[in-house]
């Protein structure tokens, strides 16, 4: 059985053709199934050959089509990626880089490395990695994610206590 595949690249107003162009050289060679990949593109303007796509869905639809992932492809945004190993989703995640018109700098890079150094998700630090980076998330099993919400309450009540 094939493994689902949801791309999501955000809603920022940049392009992340690089990405998409990626997976459909991937769906061409048959490496991964064309069928079995739904993206949602944002304000990238390379159209998809091979995969069903979408610019943008409602938050209904985006939790729908993650709900039937195996695999999330995101860029290298925090809320992208919470969001995905918030739903115990297999996360490949891809900086988006300033030298592509991509984003206004690297900050990707690094918060990828922080979400990898947690075991949390596969860092994909090129396009062309990306064929291995699905082989490897398909047989790796990461952390669970654990919000500090909660901690963050608890301490700003403690503070609010004490001043009281």
Known sequence: M???IFITLGSQKFQFN??????????????I????????????DYVPQN???NN???????SMEMG????????GGTGAIIGAVKKEKKVIAV??????????DDHQ????????DLNLICPCRDTDELAEAIETVKHTRYAAYESNTTTIVDSIEKYIEELV
């Open 2 to 4: 094939e493994e689902k």
């Open 18 to 31: 690089r990405l998409l162009i990626a997976v459909d050289k991937l769906c061409e060679k048959k490496i």
């Open 33 to 44: 199934c064309g069928e079995d990949v739904f993206a949602q593109i944002g304000y990238s």
């Open 51 to 53: 995969y069903r796509y």
């Open 56 to 62: 943008f869905l409602d938050r209904e639809e985006f």
């Open 68 to 75: 039937k992932a195996d695999i999330v492809i995101t860029h």
């Open 95 to 104: 900086p988006r880089l300033a030298k592509y018109g991509e984003h206004v």
């Open 109 to 116: 890079l690094q918060l990828i490395k922080q979400f990898d």
